[in-house]
């Protein structure tokens, strides 16, 4: 019995977990230090060099193994979708970057991550215009045409395999609607 009420309670919290930019609403720009990707090392803005291309935007508060086997399964969806290269990147809120770039890298490789780029922002809050609330332990933002279309928030223990399913079907119905360039006419 004490059981069953601990998961009602953790479930109810999660429901009321509140984070992050509500669908329809523009992910705005920030920049973060890249510790694994190809801009290793930079800070860089994703969001403006997505413009309006499909983007998945993970925000936590941990490296957990639940955040990285969804990293993986949205690493593997923009992988396996390069047409009209949709991009995805984790952004750790970190208010010490000491110790922060060797973390990261580590939970990157450990999770295979290669389309997924990995860095730290550094303040536990995030970039204020996207609200992330103080209890969320991952805020999860599928965008499309500059605008959210699907958000996800989890407690700090993150997603289950039934979210990481419902995310990854969503991330691949995003990617699927993008047409391929079409050649010139050969």
Not at 108 to 123: S, T
């Amino acid at each position: 019995m004490l059981i069953s009420c601990l998961f009602f309670t953790l479930d109810l919290i999660q429901a009321q977990t509140t984070s992050g930019l509500a669908p329809g609403e523009r992910p705005g720009p920030y920049s973060f230090v890249v510790t694994q990707g190809e801009k290793r090392g930079q800070l860089h803005c994703f969001v403006c060099e997505a413009e309006d291309r499909v983007m998945a935007i993970l925000f936590a508060r941990d490296t957990t193994a639940q955040t990285g086997k969804l990293a993986s399964r949205l690493d593997e969806i923009l992988l396996a979708n390069p047409q009209g290269k949709p991009s995805g990147w984790v952004t750790l809120l970190e208010a010490e970057s000491a110790g922060i770039d060797a973390k990261a890298i580590k939970w990157a490789r450990n999770h295979k991550l290669r389309a997924m780029a990995v860095g730290y922002f550094e303040d536990t809050v995030g970039p204020p215009s996207y609200r992330l609330g103080s209890d969320a332990g991952l805020t999860v933002l599928l965008a499309k045409d500059k605008k959210v279309v699907h958000r996800h928030v989890f407690t700090q223990s993150g997603p289950d395999d039934a979210a990481i399913a419902t995310i990854g079907s969503q991330l691949t119905a995003l990617v699927s609607l993008v047409k391929s360039p079409v050649s010139g006419g050969k």
